[in-house]
T-cell receptor, first 112, second 112 residues
Framework: KAGVTQTPRYLIKTRGQQVTLSCSPI?????VSWYQQTPGQGLQFLFE???????NKGNFPGRFSGRQFSNSRSEMNVSTLELGDSALYLC???????????FGQGTRLTVV | ELKVEQNPLFLSMQEGKNYTIYCNYS?????LYWYRQDPGKSLESLFV?????AVKQEGRLMASLDTKARLSTLHITAAVHDLSATYFC????????????FGKGTTLSVSS
């Protein structure tokens, strides 16, 4: 059974640019959530999508957005990149609420 | 706002000895997760604790949950080098969706 797949694994972007990250969940999982991991702030919840609708949102600025497609694949977009956006971005999928979440390998974003 | 606190944040362990990591959370939740993260890697699910009094064991690790005290413990028995990693506990922020709030993590280092 394939796990959660995130692409790309590594990205280097310049301040002010925008970036799109992709996440393919485990087959049959309809919930996809995104997390940002930095040494200073740790693991922080960004948002969760379920059946193409944003169901939960963390405390991040509007530059961070996402969407989910009908096949449950999800994308996350960050506009007007700042140096502080450099982080490991993790995606997790779950069947639904109250089911275990499984994490992908992450996308390492570096903003220069 | 749900807060999750882990302690200690760093733990230098001697092989063969026993240790405990504590995870406190601030609001009611009946579901708590423990994850392991190796350097540069994603999160590996260790335990899902679903109810008060839940206890789960896998190898040298045992996790328990006391929902009344809002406390989970991860007990390590006879530490070995392979257990060196960072361990996170996480609690679901609300019942309608999958939004995990993580502790800061406990970095374990096992030496002989």
């Amino acid at each position: 059974k394939a796990g959660v797949t995130q692409t790309p694994r590594y990205l280097i972007k310049t301040r002010g640019q925008q970036v799109t990250l992709s996440c393919s969940p485990i087959s049959g999982h309809r919930s996809v959530s995104w997390y940002q991991q930095t040494p200073g702030q740790g693991l922080q919840f960004l948002f969760e999508y379920f059946s193409e609708t944003q169901r939960n949102k963390g405390n991040f600025p509007g530059r961070f957005s996402g969407r989910q497609f009908s096949n449950s694949r999800s994308e996350m977009n960050v506009s007007t990149l700042e140096l502080g956006d450099s982080a490991l971005y993790l995606c997790a999928s779950a069947r639904d609420s109250n089911f275990e979440a499984f994490f992908g390998q992450g996308t390492r974003l570096t903003v220069v | 706002e749900l807060k999750v606190e882990q302690n200690p944040l760093f733990l230098s362990m001697q092989e063969g000895k026993n240790y405990t990591i504590y995870c406190n959370y601030s609001t009611t939740s009946d579901r708590l997760y423990w994850y392991r993260q190796d350097p540069g890697k994603s999160l590996e699910s260790l335990f899902v604790l679903l109810s008060n009094g839940a206890v789960k064991q896998e190898g040298r690790l045992m996790a328990s949950l006391d929902t009344k005290a809002r406390l989970s413990t991860l007990h390590i028995t006879a530490a070995v080098h392979d257990l060196s990693a960072t361990y996170f506990c996480a609690v679901e922020a609300n019942q309608a969706g999958t939004a995990l709030i993580f502790g800061k993590g406990t970095t374990l280092s096992v030496s002989s």
